[in-house]
């Protein structure tokens, strides 16, 4: 099976932990090199983060068994790379229509 190189997560957390804590419990699953954890929105009682996760072979229930376990959420997955090689987005005709 094709390792999973890049994974984005949209989370809905409590305010504790921090986003710190979250962001070096993710980087410790398996196959994780490294992530970054973006504060999208806060309100009273929870944070929405974006979490963006990088390595070799990331071991996707790991990481969101990981969120789950500090109290998040996972909304949605926003992204996903598979595969050998490192593949970025990239523009497609219908994203240049005017809405």
Known sequence: MAPIRRLVLDV???H???TVEFARD???APGVSGVNALLLET???VQNIRIVVEGDDIDVEDVEHRVTNLGGT???IDEVVAGEEMVDS?????DWLPP
């Open 43 to 45: 309100d009273r009682e």
């Open 90 to 94: 990239r523009d497609v005709p219908q």
């Open 74 to 76: 996972v909304h949605s």
């Open 26 to 28: 993710v980087a410790s």
């Open 16 to 18: 504790a932990p921090e």
């Open 12 to 14: 809905l957390k409590p």
